[in-house]
Each structure stands twice: as C-alpha cells, then as structure tokens.
T-cell receptor
Framework: AQTVTQSQPEMSVQEAETVTLSCTYDTSESDYYLFWYKQPPSRQMILVIR????KQQNATENRFSVNFQKAAKSFSLKISDSQLGDAAMYFC??????????WGAGTKLIIKP | KAGVTQTPRYLIKTRGQQVTLSCSPI?????VSWYQQTPGQGLQFLFEYFSETQRNKGNFPGRFSGRQFSNSRSEMNVSTLELGDSALYLC??????????????FGPGTRLTVL
C-alpha cells in the first residue's frame, strides 16, 4: 500500500524568504503522479503543483517548485519569495493506479511579516 | 466555467440519523471522488465514481455509500450517524479521460456536525 509522509507539522518563514516543505512516499508503482495542495483557512483545497513520475524535470509554477527524487521517493516543495497569502496547510498527495489521492498529514505554513 | 459545488455547506445532525451530501462536478468532468477530513485522521479517501460506476472504495464501513448520476453529479449517504462522522466532506472532480487528466478540482466541502 502506498503511504505519504510529511514530517514537518509546522513551518514558519519570514515574508520574502524561501521555505522548503518535505514529503516522502512509499510505493511499488513506477507510473504515478504527485501533487502539492494548499488549504487556506477557507478550507478550499487548491492545487499548487503537479509532478508526473516519468518526467525527470522538476515541475515549477511561478514561485513554487519541486525537488523530485524518484529513487529516494522524495518530493519537496520550495516556495520562493514567500507572501502572506501563502499561509495555509500544505498537503502532499500521491495518485497511482487505483483512482485515489493518498494524502500526507499536512504541514502548517506560517508567514511572519 | 463554474467550479465544483457542494450542498449543503453546513449540516447538523444527531446520532442515528442519516444524511445525504451532494456534489456537482465541473462541466465535462466524468470522475467524482469523495474524501473525509478530520483533525485526527486527516484526509481519507471514501470512494471514486466514473461514468456512474464506483471504481474504488476506501476503508469505511458500509454506512457510507455513494452514487453517481448520468449527468456526473454525485451524492454520498451516511446512515446511522455516529459522533465520529463529524468531519469536512470534500468532493473533487476530474476529466479522467486518460492518465494525464487526473488532476482533481475540489469543492468547498460540506461541514457535517453530529450531535
């Protein structure tokens, strides 16, 4: 069975600085997708970034980028130039062959002004 | 394009009652998934429907059931409610036409409180 682990329950960063959120996963599948979702206090789950396992190139979306290490089963999220609006719970999620997202426990990101 | 909508947004029920939650996916999306979110258990997969067929079900008791209609709208039902069913229930839709179309778009959720 697949598992997703986020070892940082909470992280804080100064506004305009860079922060990295960690995620590791376990799977025996070779073809899968990994996601980072953001859930602000409004509770609306928003996709931040997506990575296909067959792609070696790390995904980037503006200030958000990932470091995908397939052999190490690691998928970290880097947020550059942190903004107050980035404050939220961040969830790492795995999507494989059985049509479901498997979620990490989440990391609460606090932005200090 | 309108996003995923869920109704109702908030619900208060008492133990033993049953409840039905509704989800309308983004137009053109054929897959609907349901997740339960609680502070203790985090996010857990309930079930996924594609073209009216349940393709996968999570590890929940039979009190939790769902269905999908021909217009892709989905409902989930919880019978004989227990206090532990209090949670945020999230619905997500995706195109699911192929392996590239599995990005899930989430609704705002239904907050269920069982008293």
């Amino acid at each position: 069975a697949q598992t997703v682990t986020q070892s940082q329950p909470e992280m804080s960063v100064q506004e305009a600085e860079t922060v990295t959120l960690s995620c590791t996963y376990d799977t025996s599948e070779s073809d899968y997708y990994l996601f980072w979702y953001k859930q602000p206090p409004s509770r609306q789950m928003i996709l931040v970034i997506r990575q296909e396992a067959y792609k070696q190139q790390n995904a980037t979306e503006n200030r958000f980028s990932v470091n995908f290490q397939k052999a190490a089963k690691s998928f970290s999220l880097k947020i550059s130039d942190s903004q107050l609006g980035d404050a939220a719970m961040y969830f790492c999620a795995f999507y494989g062959s059985n049509y479901q997202l498997i979620w990490g426990a989440g990391t609460k990101l606090i932005i200090k002004p | 394009k309108a996003g995923v909508t869920q109704t109702p947004r908030y619900l208060i029920k008492t133990r033993g009652q049953q409840v039905t939650l509704s989800c309308s996916p983004i137009s053109g999306h054929r897959s609907v998934s349901w997740y339960q979110q609680t502070p203790g258990q985090g996010l857990q997969f309930l079930f996924e429907y594609f073209s009216e067929t349940q393709r996968n079900k999570g590890n929940f008791p039979g009190r939790f059931s769902g269905r999908q209609f021909s217009n892709s709208r989905s409902e989930m039902n919880v019978s004989t409610l227990e206090l532990g069913d209090s949670a945020l229930y999230l619905c997500a839709s995706s195109l699911a036409q192929g392996s590239q179309d599995n990005e899930q778009f989430f609704g705002p959720g239904t907050r269920l409180t069982v008293l």
